[in-house]
């Protein structure tokens, strides 16, 4: 059993893409974006590639752990990979990416699920179409791109979203959480938010640089340890945290202060924590810690229960199924984190 007051928390940026694929950057100069951003964790995804495993390779640069693992595209069904998993054709059936994914122990999640593209920005849809599938480790429900580019719905609010790159960061998308709470209902489906950072250019303009899109929507990841210094055995730590659920989708804009936990307990005898699948029975309750004063909302199998503000949280869980917070801050109660569940089965 691990205990959530114990974990060690990181912050990390992921679906990021450098020169290997379609990202306008170096790996060192995305690296120093990184950094200069007071992130934890890099986690590169270059598109059906691993080359940048070779330049300069992962391992700790500074304060920042710089990790490799990709992104497999089909022309939809994109899939991100972490852990130490070679490349597959991006041709192979989707059940055979998923498969060969868990086959090396990776985590694997499906990206953008309802990411539809957007003509005035010249962005193609890239949602998860082959939903006959089963076997992914979670899906990404926060996607920066895609995110802010369905805030591009004319001329002028495209010149106007090309100047504020959070924008539509406020809210996660409903029709994804409501994916990802569909899902929840059957088995652990875990969420996390990436960036999908490019750094695109136009001309002499960069578009999303490296270190803005690192400001926006990251993944908090929970582990039992901290992590070493040998960047395997960090790494293993990290894709643990992914598989199990130990993840918070966190907007940065709004806040990237360390300290949210959430955990389901039992008579003070039994502790479970976030991303815990449990045998239902009378008794359990919900509670959360956050580390400044938010407006806490409790969510069961997608459902409004209750709202709350303070910096701690306690609500009994009278029923099965899929229980997750969002916490809420400042005057216009943004959403900031985005719990994994606890699933009551």
């Given amino acids: 059993m691990i205990d959530p007051l114990q974990w060690y928390e990181y912050r990390v940026v992921l679906h990021v893409h450098s020169r290997y694929s379609d990202g306008s950057g170096s790996v060192p100069e995305i690296l120093a974006a990184a950094q200069a951003a007071g992130v934890d964790v890099l986690w590169l995804t270059d598109h059906d590639t691993r080359a940048a495993l070779a ?35 991006p041709s192979q059936p989707f059940s055979e990416i998923i498969r060969h994914v868990a086959s ?55 010149l106007w979203a090309a100047l504020h790159p959070y924008l539509g960061l406020e809210e996660a998308r409903g029709d994804v959480l409501a994916l990802w709470d569909t899902w929840g209902k059957t088995r652990r489906v875990v969420g996390i938010g990436g960036t999908d950072a490019h750094q695109a250019r136009v001309g002499a303009f960069r578009i999303f640089p490296y270190r803005v899109s690192f400001r926006g929507i990251r993944t908090h990841l929970y582990t039992p340890r901290p992590l070493p210094r040998d960047w395997r055995a960090a790494e293993a730590l990290l894709v643990d945290a992914l598989k199990t659920g130990r993840a918070s989708v966190v907007n940065a804009q709004a806040g990237s202060e360390l300290g949210f936990r959430l955990w389901a307990e039992r008579h003070g005898d039994r502790i479970e924590p976030m991303g815990s699948e449990i045998a239902y029975s009378p008794g359990w309750k919900l509670c959360g810690l956050a580390p400044v004063p938010v407006f806490w909302q409790l969510y069961h199998q997608g459902i409004l229960q209750a709202e709350e503000p303070g910096t701690l949280f306690q609500w009994p869980l009278t029923a099965p199924g899929v229980w997750r917070v969002v916490l809420r801050r400042g005057r216009h109660r943004t959403a900031w984190i985005y719990s994994n569940p606890i699933y009551l089965r």
């Fill in 55 to 89: 330049d300069p390779g992962p391992g700790y640069y500074g304060h920042v752990l710089c990790l490799v693992g990709t992104e497999i595209t089909p022309p939809t069904n994109h899939y991100l990979v972490f852990g130490d998993v070679p490349p597959i054709e």
């Fill in 104 to 158: 090396f122990g990776g985590a694997g999640f499906v990206a953008h699920p309802e990411d539809r593209g957007n003509r005035m920005a010249r962005l193609p849809s890239y949602r998860w179409t082959d939903r006959a599938v089963d076997g992914f480790t979670g899906l990404e429900v926060r996607n920066h791109l895609s995110d802010w580019s369905r805030e591009i719905t004319g001329l002028a609010r495209g």
